[in-house]
């Protein structure tokens, strides 16, 4: 890295870093490696297959490192959201950079003016990667005091600038976790019926459903809510016959249901203003993605500047995700063979270079002449 050792890297991303002192941490292709080759292996490379620590560094593959004992080959980016890019890993790590620190989110279109990308597909594949990568497979489940609600978002069908907004409706629930302001901790059950005054809102988990019928919301409490959980709802009939959970409903009647249940009614308020200022409307397609970025934004909006590595795929055990199942289309060429028009170019420490060419060396200096 171009600034001190390796290891200073991780003092200063304890705090935020402005669009400067990341674009001087990270200046090249080099650092943005070091910082991959570091974070995977901090021991030294381990082959993933045979567990050897002896290898070598490949001059023809980028950042590549080839097992002596075996003869794997394992790249930086193997087995992470970056798997077999053909983007630099510049424009990763300014892409996670600005997802992860940006107060209200960047949209495809946004990331490709901002990076500098060729078409408007790379950005949005970019940024669908990024959000996959958002999701803990391992994150613990709610606890304590739980606000638990259903609401409506309304979508539109087409992109044209033209289309009506309301085309459709999505349904949405979403649990928050109701937090002591005294004591920064999950908030302890009380009676029945019982108003919880000076609280803060904690953690969230939001998912499409495509109905209010009770298997769908006990299905997404069971995904979500810890067993023995307090679980404060509106008193819909489908939270009836919940086993497991202790059930403290509020019968909104009349009353607006932003008063009995005010966190999750600020959660759903706050995803409403976002979709429609970030994404001038939600889709109904890939609508999980859009969601759980919401969930990773609103659960660390105290600490952004620490998601970086998370939103890279680094810190959570992510496969990487090809093109056809984020669409969720079959490949039409999966078990066809075809014969490649053109050479194939790979990268390499010195840029992308052809299969079978030379590797780029630093011309000679003419004779009678000094370097």
Known sequence: MSRGCEGGIVTAMAKQLSLLEFQEWFPDEESCARLLLERRWPDGFACPKCGSRKAVMLASR??????????RQTSATAG?????????????????????????????RQLQQQL??????????LA????????????????????????????RSEDAADSPLKT????????VEVIDRATGKAQKPRALGRKYLDTLSGRVRLAVIPSNEAVHIHAFIRANIKPGTTVISDGHASYQGLDGYRHDPRVVGNMAAHIPLRWIHMVFALLKRWGLGTFHGF?????????????????????RHVSFETVLGLATDHQPTPYWDIIGRENPRK????????????????????????PVHAAAPKPGTSE
């Open 128 to 155: 669908q990667k990024l959000r996959l990568a958002m999701v803990d497979p391992n994150r613990d489940p709610l606890e304590g005091v739980v606000e638990i609600d259903q609401t409506e978002i309304a979508f």
């Open 335 to 358: 078990g066809t063979h075809m014969s490649r028009r053109n050479v194939r170019r790979r990268r390499t420490a010195d840029g992308m270079r052809e299969d079978g060419a030379e």
């Open 283 to 303: 889709r109904p397609g890939h609508m999980d993605a859009y969601l759980n970025e919401f969930v990773f934004r609103y659960n660390r909006r105290y600490y």
């Open 80 to 108: 992470t959201m970056m798997h077999r890019t053909k983007l630099p890993l510049r424009v990763w790590f300014w892409a996670a950079h600005l997802m992860a620190t940006h107060s209200n989110g960047m949209s495809a």
């Open 62 to 71: 980028a950042y590549t490192y080839e097992c002596i004992g075996c003869g």
């Open 168 to 175: 459709g409706k999505i349904i949405i629930i979403g649990a």
């Open 116 to 125: 500098g990308l060729g078409s408007y597909n790379s950005a949005w594949l």
